[in-house]
Every structure is written in structure tokens, then in C-alpha cells.
């Protein structure tokens, strides 16, 4: 198994700041053939399904507003929220497919 | 537009079998690089993928459970099934399936809630 581990488990912010999620890989997750990290970063609020952020370390899916960016390689990666708005407070969780699937256990965002 | 929805039996007892069926639009499974996972999530705890089956019938399983787990899909009628086995109170979950892409799950379904009760 690769195991995800992140950091911290939750986070209290005020609107406008910037934080960052840490997520740690027991293995390194980039592809020796592609240069490619099978990362992901999903966000989940409330009562909703997961929401798919970046992929690929830090390739932000479509629609995702461009203050969520992804960063990292090999084994430890970050996702980074700039001026934090309301509508961000969330669970957020780090995912990789470098093997079968496997997830972090979640950050917790909430307002200070 | 892709959707996504899980259908499944609300409760069961310990020991039954849980049959859960994904009915999607907006993509095939015939379609070359397509694939659709499953994964749960206890109330209040995180993500744990269980599963998941691609274009060419391929299909993974988590280690931990693969046993006891079946993925099948139907491409003519756009739908992906699972079956846990032998379940317990420890199979109490939401269940999702979602789209996967290149490994990761880029639409989810709303989720099912399934209860392992005697």
C-alpha cells in the first residue's frame, strides 16, 4: 500500500489568508516514464460529494478558481489556497493513483 | 454533461450480500480510457476507494477487501455494479461511485447510505 499521510488534520483561517495543505506519499509518485505525479486533491463541504480540484499534482481541473494550486513531487506535495474565502471551508483530502488508490485521511477547514 | 447516481438498499442485515448499482450519462464504458470506481466513506470519516473497472473490463481491487468484492459493468445500459459480500456493521457507509480518469475520479455521483443492521 502507499500511504497518504496529511497535514494538518484541521485548520482554523480568517477570510483573505492564504493556507496550505501538506500531503506525504510512502512512495514517490512520479512516473519515471511521463515525469508525471499521480496526485490528486479533492474538496468536499457539507453534505456533498467530493469535488475534484487538481490532478496530476497540479493540474487544476476545469471550473476550479485559480487561488486552489497544486504543487510538489515525489513524495510531498501541497495544496495551497490563497485568500480563502467562505465558500472554501471544507474537508479537502489528497488522493494518488500511482498504485491502486489510495486517500489522505483529510484536512478540515474551518473559520477562525 | 456527466452524471452520475448510486441505488442501493438503505439497510441490511450482518452476513447479507449488498448489490449496488451506478447508472451514468454524459460518457460511455465502451469508450476507450473510461473507467468508473467506487468508493465509501463512514459518517464523519474519510475516503476509502473499494473498486473500480475500465473500458476494456479490466478491473482493481483494494486489497484489503478483494475478496469480498465483485465489480461488473453494462455498457449498453450505462450502469457499473457492486457486490460486497458478507457484510457487518463495519460496512455501514455512504457509497459513491464516480468517474475515473488517468486514476483519479473527476465526477461523483450524490452517494448512497447504506446501514448494516441486525
Known amino acids: 500500500d502507499i500511504v497518504m499521510t496529511q497535514s494538518p488534520s484541521s485548520l482554523a483561517v480568517s477570510a483573505g489568508e492564504t493556507v496550505t495543505i501538506n500531503c506525504k506519499s510512502s512512495?514517490?509518485?512520479?512516473?519515471?516514464?511521463?515525469?508525471?505525479?499521480?496526485l490528486a486533491w479533492y474538496q468536499q463541504k457539507p453534505g456533498q460529494s467530493p469535488k475534484l480540484l487538481i490532478y496530476l499534482a497540479s493540474t487544476r481541473e476545469s471550473g476550479v478558481p485559480d487561488r486552489f494550486i497544486g504543487s510538489g513531487s515525489g513524495t510531498d506535495f501541497t495544496l495551497t489556497i490563497s485568500s480563502v474565502q467562505a465558500e472554501d471551508l471544507a474537508d479537502y483530502y489528497c488522493q494518488q493513483h500511482y498504485s491502486y488508490p489510495t486517500f489522505g485521511g483529510g484536512t478540515k477547514l474551518e473559520l477562525k | 454533461q456527466v452524471t452520475l447516481k448510486e441505488s442501493g438498499p438503505g439497510i441490511l442485515q450482518p452476513s447479507q450480500t449488498l448489490s449496488l448499482t451506478c447508472t451514468f450519462s454524459g460518457f460511455s464504458l465502451s469508450t476507450y480510457g473510461m473507467g468508473v470506481g467506487w468508493i465509501r466513506q463512514p459518517s464523519g470519516k474519510g475516503l476509502e476507494w473499494l473498486a473500480n473497472i475500465w473500458w476494456d473490463d479490466d478491473k482493481y481491487y483494494n486489497p484489503s477487501l478483494k475478496n469480498r468484492l465483485t465489480i461488473s459493468k453494462d455498457t449498453s445500459n450505462n450502469q457499473a455494479f457492486l457486490k460486497i459480500t458478507n457484510v457487518d456493521t463495519a460496512d455501514t457507509a455512504t457509497y459513491y461511485c464516480?468517474?475515473?480518469?488517468?486514476?483519479?475520479?473527476?465526477?461523483w455521483g450524490q452517494g448512497v447510505m447504506v446501514t448494516v443492521s441486525s
Open positions: 512512495q514517490s509518485l512520479l512516473s519515471s516514464g511521463n515525469q508525471k505525479n499521480y
Open positions: 464516480a468517474r475515473m480518469r488517468w486514476g483519479h475520479f473527476d465526477y
